[in-house]
């Protein structure tokens, strides 16, 4: 599988991935891995159904994922992996799901949380996640749009106290 982008929003298919990121991505599929979504029906068709013109959206679960990630079928096919969570991304690359970087769009506050950036909020299994993606070489950025610049997350997390360089 030939993944040209896997990004973590934890609003997973919206209006920027769907015109935006899916197009500069220039992909054949867009695949939602997340196991609530998976086994949620109506969940699944909201997602199914925001899917840009011409494009089609898969929603799979984790295992899955992995399963299709070493199918010699869909060794060429381009697509765009959403995720939820760093958590999430972790496994599909612990998993086999090979990628050199990664994208952060949108990480939702809660009370378990902190604010690193004006979108993306991280708990401690978050930066366990990010620390073991940057450590095995993934470069982590984060943007809104693909038009804006890359963003470092991985500088910020330092900036924040939240990791230190030699964690990396």
Not at 70 to 91: G, H, W
Not at 154 to 160: A, N, Q, T
Request: net charge positive; charged share 30%; proline share 2%.
């Amino acid at each position: 599988m030939d993944v040209k982008l896997l990004r973590i929003d934890s609003r997973l298919l919206h209006g920027q991935v769907a015109t935006d990121w899916a197009k500069n991505a220039n992909v054949e599929r867009i695949l939602i891995v997340c196991d609530q979504a998976a086994s949620d029906s109506i969940r699944k068709t909201l997602l199914i159904q925001a899917a840009p013109p011409g494009l089609k959206v898969h929603v799979l679960t984790l295992a899955k994922m992995i399963r299709l990630s070493r199918d010699e079928r869909f060794s060429k096919l381009k697509v765009l992996i959403l995720v939820e969570n760093p958590i999430d991304a972790m496994r599909l690359v612990s998993g086999g799901v090979e990628v050199s970087s990664i994208n952060l769009g949108s990480l939702s506050f809660d009370a378990t949380r902190k604010m690193i950036t004006e979108t993306i909020a991280v708990n401690e299994q978050d930066i366990v996640a990010l620390t073991w993606l940057k450590k095995r070489g993934i470069e982590l950025d984060y943007r809104k749009v693909s038009s804006d610049p890359k963003r470092d997350l991985w500088k910020v997390l330092c900036d924040k106290g939240l990791v230190n360089e030699e964690q990396s």
